[in-house]
């Protein structure tokens, strides 16, 4: 995976990795190791022994493979100043210092399926019947429907465990595992887990009567929305209706959705970019883990100053010096790419920044301007692909929130006047219409076209339809509320 597209929580690892590969590439804060990696190679680039030492020399004779040795030069690693060294070190007016001893607080929680599984020790259960009851439980989805089909499930005992089991004993033990908390779960389907929500409520509660009622009569009716008929069937008055569906959204259509999911990257975002507003004046710095001190280690720079200083240069230390200079290169160009990334995220968004500033400024979605991956490409003289994988991966922390680098790309739409205006706009517009409307007699898409076209905006009603799926807003027929 290239640097770029690298999430910046994930990025410690991936130099982690480049450490433990590389031995020439350290932190600039580190000065040694107890263990270092480069003794081994220094032994081998220690002068040979010679015969009165009780050894022969081991002199570096032409055999035909000399010339792979022959001109090995060093000249540019040993002749290096510091100057040159601090050209890979990371250091940038951008970039904030890092947060000494801070650790990232890591969630201890209980997952859905352990929440369950715990529940079994309530029963009184055989091992046949807990081998059983915990197939079932792993067979529950993260949403806590058990949608797996009830044959499948002896065949999973059969083949996986050699549990020899039939379908009746399963509905039994579905039957006990339904009591468990949270209310709903193990149900096949939406009607099921509702209807067993109710059945854990008061019963002698009139409104709980009545909404097992329409959920049990009448569940197609309620899921379009279609009261007329459901009043007519089961002869409501207009607070009775009101009453029993109030009962009814009270109700969680995904009983495991209220329990944490381990595990899942999208549990937090780390933001790569902070963008602040200091006196009319928009400051963008990069994350600091993103500009790591990294530096070509000193002790491999200085073993090829001795092997450059010695007289008589070996087979053996020649080989370690190709090892070596092979490794500095590695590293160097692991820094530059680390560095090519910052500087590639910065003038990214940069000119996001730049092109989007009313937006920083306000946190006004209706501010927004058209803008497109090629504006972003242009400005940077970078590739559309490359700005594509930056605002496809990258998230900046604003005082109006923590937004995705995508959500600043919109196409663009004409008003009377001529004048091009973002289609996020336009879809802010037709939310803020949606969430004023009247819920009794919600507005139809002919009508929003209508209201949006009042307000100078050259829409088609196929367009608004197409935004407000966009925005996850169901028709006009399914917001109508008592």
Same mark, same amino acid.
């Given at each position: 995976?290239?640097?770029?597209?690298?999430?910046?929580?994930?990025?410690?690892?991936?130099?982690?990795?480049?450490l433990?590969?590389?031995?020439?590439?350290?932190?600039?804060e580190?000065?040694?190791?107890?263990?270092?990696?480069?003794k081994?190679?220094q032994?081998?680039l220690a002068?040979?022994t010679?015969?009165?030492e009780g050894g &022969?020399? *081991?002199e570096?004779?032409?055999d035909?493979? #000399?010339?792979?040795?022959?001109? /090995? $030069?060093?000249?540019? @690693?040993?002749?290096e100043?510091?100057?040159?060294?601090?050209?890979?070190?990371?250091?940038d007016d951008?970039?904030?210092?890092?947060?000494?001893?801070k650790?990232?607080p890591?969630?201890?929680?209980?997952?859905?399926?352990?929440?369950?599984?715990s529940q079994?020790?309530?029963? &009184?259960? *055989?091992?046949?019947?807990?081998?059983i009851? #915990?197939?079932i439980?792993?067979? /529950? $989805?993260?949403?806590? @429907?058990?949608?797996?089909?009830?044959?499948a499930?002896?065949?999973?005992?059969?083949f996986?465990q050699?549990?020899q089991?039939?379908?009746?004993?399963?509905?039994?033990?579905?039957?006990?595992?339904?009591?468990?908390?949270?209310?709903?779960?193990?149900?096949?389907?939406?009607k099921e887990?509702?209807?067993?929500?109710?059945?854990?409520?008061?019963?002698?509660?009139e409104?709980?009567?009545?909404?097992?009622?329409?959920?049990?009569?009448?569940?197609?009716?309620f899921t379009?929305?279609?009261?007329?008929?459901?009043?007519?069937?089961?002869?409501?008055t207009?607070?009775?209706?009101?009453?029993?569906?109030?009962?009814?959204?009270?109700?969680?259509?995904?009983?495991?959705?209220n329990?944490?999911?381990?595990?899942?990257?999208?549990?937090y975002?780390v933001p790569?970019?902070f963008?602040?507003?200091?006196?009319?004046?928009?400051e963008?710095?990069l994350n600091?883990?993103?500009?790591?001190?990294l530096?070509?280690?000193?002790?491999?720079r200085?073993?090829l100053?001795e092997y450059?200083?010695g007289d008589?240069?070996?087979?053996?230390q020649?080989?370690?010096?190709?090892?070596?200079?092979?490794k500095?290169?590695?590293?160097?160009?692991?820094?530059?790419?680390?560095?090519?990334?910052?500087?590639?995220?910065?003038?990214?968004?940069?000119?996001?920044?730049?092109?989007?500033?009313?937006?920083?400024m306000?946190?006004?979605?209706?501010?927004?301007k058209?803008?497109i991956l090629?504006?972003i490409?242009d400005?940077t003289?970078?590739?559309?692909?490359?700005?594509?994988?930056?605002?496809?991966?990258?998230?900046?922390?604003?005082?109006?929130?923590?937004?995705?680098?995508?959500?600043?790309?919109?196409?663009?739409?004409?008003?009377?006047?001529?004048?091009?205006?973002?289609?996020?706009?336009?879809?802010?517009?037709?939310?803020?219409?949606?969430?004023?409307?009247?819920?009794?007699?919600?507005?139809?898409?002919?009508?929003?076209?209508?209201?949006?076209?009042?307000?100078?905006y050259?829409?088609?009603?196929?367009?608004?339809?197409?935004y407000?799926?966009?925005?996850?807003?169901?028709v006009?027929?399914?917001?109508?509320?008592?």
């Amino acid at each position: 995976m290239k640097l770029l597209q690298v999430p910046t929580a994930n990025l410690d690892e991936r130099i982690k990795e480049e450490l433990e590969e590389n031995p020439a590439l350290e932190y600039g804060e580190e000065e040694g190791h107890e263990d270092d990696p480069a003794k081994e190679i220094q032994e081998e680039l220690a002068p040979a022994t010679t015969a009165e030492e009780g050894g &022969e020399e *081991d002199e570096f004779e032409p055999d035909g493979s #000399e010339n792979e040795y022959d001109n /090995i $030069d060093i000249s540019e @690693y040993v002749n290096e100043g510091d100057d040159d060294i601090a050209d890979y070190r990371l250091r940038d007016d951008n970039y904030p210092d890092p947060d000494e001893n801070k650790t990232i607080p890591v969630r201890v929680e209980t997952s859905f399926h352990e929440h369950l599984l715990s529940q079994l020790g309530m029963l &009184e259960l *055989d091992d046949h019947q807990q081998s059983i009851a #915990e197939q079932i439980i792993g067979s /529950i $989805d993260d949403d806590g @429907y058990l949608r797996r089909e009830i044959s499948a499930i002896v065949d999973d005992l059969s083949f996986s465990q050699n549990v020899q089991t039939d379908e009746e004993e399963i509905r039994m033990l579905i039957k006990k595992i339904q009591e468990f908390d949270p209310p709903g779960v193990c149900c096949a389907d939406l009607k099921e887990c509702l209807l067993l929500q109710l059945k854990r409520k008061p019963q002698d509660d009139e409104g709980v009567q009545t909404a097992y009622q329409i959920l049990d009569n009448y569940f197609d009716e309620f899921t379009k929305k279609h009261y007329e008929k459901i009043q007519k069937g089961l002869n409501l008055t207009d607070e009775g209706l009101k009453e029993a569906i109030n009962q009814i959204i009270r109700l969680t259509p995904k009983p495991g959705g209220n329990y944490a999911t381990v595990n899942k990257a999208e549990s937090y975002v780390v933001p790569d970019f902070f963008i602040f507003n200091n006196n009319g004046k928009l400051e963008l710095t990069l994350n600091s883990k993103n500009a790591p001190d990294l530096r070509i280690s000193e002790g491999y720079r200085e073993m090829l100053k001795e092997y450059d200083r010695g007289d008589k240069k070996d087979r053996r230390q020649k080989e370690a010096v190709l090892f070596i200079k092979q490794k500095i290169d590695a590293a160097k160009w692991f820094i530059d790419a680390i560095k090519q990334r910052q500087h590639t995220l910065l003038s990214t968004m940069e000119s996001i920044m730049d092109y989007q500033r009313e937006f920083f400024m306000t946190g006004d979605e209706t501010t927004m301007k058209p803008m497109i991956l090629k504006d972003i490409a242009d400005i940077t003289q970078l590739d559309i692909s490359t700005v594509s994988r930056v605002a496809n991966s990258k998230y900046v922390q604003t005082e109006f929130g923590t937004f995705k680098l995508k959500f600043f790309f919109s196409e663009s739409l004409s008003t009377d006047s001529g004048e091009e205006v973002s289609t996020r706009e336009v879809k802010k517009i037709l939310s803020d219409l949606i969430e004023g409307e009247n819920k009794r007699k919600p507005l139809s898409d002919e009508n929003l076209t209508k209201m949006l076209q009042d307000k100078g905006y050259n829409i088609a009603r196929r367009t608004v339809a197409k935004y407000r799926e966009q925005l996850n807003i169901p028709v006009a027929r399914l917001r109508k509320e008592l």
